[in-house]
């Protein structure tokens, strides 16, 4: 179990954790609950962590909820998977569907910073088509923006988290280096490279948010392979150690373990929220409201601050809040080989080939996917063992055991769009009393296709490396996006391309609920990149009087 | 099978950098962990049985304390951030799982659960992951979402959390915050598990004893 939960807030009194320094403060700007703050900000991960930092160096006033707590790294991360799952969001929430989402760990955080904490660094930009897939593929909807002002907020994202990548990146149109050179490859890495020139595609070294160079008070990676489980010494360039600092210093006000729970509107605007804070009910006031909790918990907000002015939720008279939940296909082959490769050591994805993002023929599917090499801890290997490939007892015992030999190559798969995917909210409460969400998910044939293609893809490239006793895990999910899409129509989407809600002009969604499709690609920098571009919108409407 | 990390014990890092506070003080609680009084004693015999076949012990190591994590994790109804719409929280998903399990054995084998040779055990075992069971006691549990949620997830998670457990696979164990240098294939730091092999001039286990 993990051994403590931080129980009360630490972010208060004018300062908040130095996440550089063990038992460290740095100075806080607090706002009055009664004094009306620019910019209310439901969350502090990849979307709400950016777009604070970013309002608050603006000028805004910007104070920044987040429902767990405040970590410095240093000193309260262990290196152990069962202490970690305090990084998770593990509050109960109802799954069906035929294919019900495993929720909770790779998927979800509950920590300022949200699950950058224990993300695992990947870093890629969308290929410019998928931001027009049915424009330019035939499937799916097309984003309100278009990809080359997408690349302009890649590039200060990839600036900001000086992600380590390579010199060259093999797809789409030319983009300049990396801030950092790439990380060395450990020999998982080496496999799927291997692999990828003996079936003739490219690969290349995985753009990786961790450090291979010092910045700042953080030291580069030491390659402990924990990443997944958080960093425990600061290389991991998460919202916690990248944006937040720098929104401290601009001003902004961080609140830990503040679980918001209603969204108040009077007159067709919203007012403020009603949030949780030491075990008690309070209101903060505010000229806007930004909605940046991921794809479950921003759904389950504007739905749950439901009112006689708006029965249905709130920015949800298209009826599409909660509805075209992504996930993404995570599916994996794994083998054996003769070498020692201890996939534990460092990052756990150092190689990548996005080949099947980029190529459209051969593929009796629409979509694209990506595939990385793979380093599993203890336990999740020992769950990958016994549920994916049905292995207990002795033989089990007897696999792991062999662990230091096994490579896997795992898949990123778009999931297109469907209104059937969806979250709503169950008759149970949590201990907030409010209603959790119902997360219903099924695969669709479009899915079925693309991982049976993408898992036999990858065996022949295991094949081609010499490994044996291949086997194919043909369960896992991961991320979560689209359950707020963005648009240009109010019929069809839940906000715009500003992520600003078409109903109520003063409420906001930034996460990857604005996704309206996800492509074939870890979702962290296109969430960062998108909470740029709404701040620097926000600036120029504020410039022009319409906020 | 023969130990292929002979003499590796990641608890000889404990005092080495490999190891900071924090790591320290979740592992001596986790090592320390005995099991609670949840649930009557004939389920927890049921659990105890269970848990010895789906994750034998370690030969010759110190023995992991799955059980006692798995009753720990029951007593305080602790669940992973999501639950099956067709299936109850987690305490009460282990009671109704255990009874039907000790049901089944009757079932199958005449006798309870705890008290079956350990080939009758498996084929109990065995009846539940193919989800072909006998027993009236799992009309009110899902024996597919039983075995796939929280049998083995809550087992194997358990297990894999123990420090020997770690060692008899040959795993580094913490790494923070010394971390690794040498990652390329065939490489070990002189802090990682020697891997037995014919012909090395140094035994494995000789190169354990200095693994730290």
Known sequence: MPSEFQAEPRAINGRAPDVFTPDGWVPMRGHADDKEVDFLIVGTGAGGGTLACKLAEAGFSVVAMDAGPYWRPLQDFASDETEQQKLYWTDERIVDGDNPITMGANNSGKSVGGSTVHFAMVSLRMRPEHFATRTKLGYGVDWPICWEEMWKYYDEVEKTLKIAGPVRYPWGPKRGRYPMRAHPMNAAAEYLARGAEALGIDWTETPIATLSAPHGKAHPCVYRGFCVTGCSTNAKQSVLVSWLPRALKAGAEIRDLSMVGRIETKNGRCTGVHYVREGEWRFQRARHVVVAGYAIETPRLLLNSASDAFPDGLANSSGLVGKNLMVQLNQAAWGQVADEVRSYKGPPSLAISEHWNYADMGKDYFGGWSYMSQGPLPISWAKTLAGGHGLWGQALIDEMARNNHSVGLKMVGEVLPDERNRVTLADETDQYGLRIPRITFSHSENDKAMMNHAVDFMDRSLAATGATERWKEMSDTCHLNGTARMGNDPATSVVDADCRSWDIPNLWVCDGSVFPTVGGVNPSLTIQAVACRTADRIKALAARGEL | MADRFPDYDVLKKRDTPSWNDKTREAVEKRIATTESDTLTEPLRAVLRKLVDRIVPQPEQRAPVNAAAQVLEKIAANRGDGFRNARMPQVREAWERGLKAIDAEARERHGAGFAALNDASADDVIRALQNGDVKAS????????????????????????????????????????????????????????????????????????LHAK
């Open chain 2, 137 to 208: 006691e799992w009309q009110n549990l899902p024996v597919d979402l039983f075995w796939n949620d929280r049998l083995i997830p809550d087992i194997v998670s358990a297990y894999y959390a123990y420090p020997s457990a770690w060692s008899a696979m040959g795993f580094g164990g913490p790494a923070s915050p010394r971390g690794y240098v040498r990652l390329q294939a065939n490489r070990r730091d002189p802090w990682e598990a020697a891997e037995r092999k014919d012909g090395h001039l140094i035994p494995a286990g000789e190169r354990n």
